[in-house]
């Protein structure tokens, strides 16, 4: 009989034991085997922050010494990297099971009712990952449609950096997805 199963166990006991399941939770999930997709993801978002990297690095080496070498848009292009980097690693942390969540309190809760808010949780964040997808498809279509560019001498088509929303929240709805069916 655990902790929280006997009648009147003092809160921190049903507390210390909901973190250790976590903890023990958490340490089964990196043991998993990756498939060929999931590593493509993971160095496509590692690619692109390493690539932010070292445009700040350049930027900020060659604007102390090296001053007429600086890159005007180098600000606009760090951005464009880590959104896309940030937008497709939703699907990784979603297929990690390392997204935000309640769960400390809900491993307080009865077995069986623990299951049910799950399926809910995982369909909730299915539907959500789809709400977005259809939005941000609304917005990037708009976007190209319009021709919208940004506005330094870069003039870069904004349906591109809008587009790391549907395309994140697609690889974020196929995660949950796999994860709810």
Not at 26 to 31: G, I, M
Not at 41 to 53: N, Q, T
Not at 111 to 136: D, K, M, S, T
Not at 165 to 180: D, T
């Amino acid at each position: 009989m655990s902790v929280s199963e006997r009648p009147g166990a003092p809160k921190q006991a049903v507390l210390a034991e909901a973190l250790a399941g976590k903890a023990e939770a958490e340490l089964s999930t990196h043991a998993a085997p990756r498939s060929a997709f999931t590593r493509l993801e993971e160095l496509l978002v590692g690619g692109l922050a390493f690539a932010a990297l070292l445009v700040c690095s350049y930027n900020v080496f060659v604007r102390y010494f090296l001053p007429r070498l600086t890159l005007e848009a180098a600000d606009e292009v760090q951005v464009y990297l880590v959104i896309w980097a940030v937008f497709l690693a939703l699907g990784l942390v979603t297929a990690a099971d390392r997204h935000v969540r309640a769960d400390l309190f809900v491993a307080m809760f009865p077995a069986g009712f623990r299951r049910w808010v799950g399926i809910f949780g995982e369909l909730l964040g299915l539907a959500f990952a789809l709400l977005l997808v259809g939005y941000g498809a609304a917005i990037t279509w708009q976007t190209w449609s319009y021709g919208d560019v940004s506005t330094t001498s870069l003039r870069f088509p904004l349906w591109i950096y809008t587009a790391a929303l549907p395309v994140g929240a697609l690889l974020m709805a196929v995660a949950y997805a796999k994860r709810c069916f």
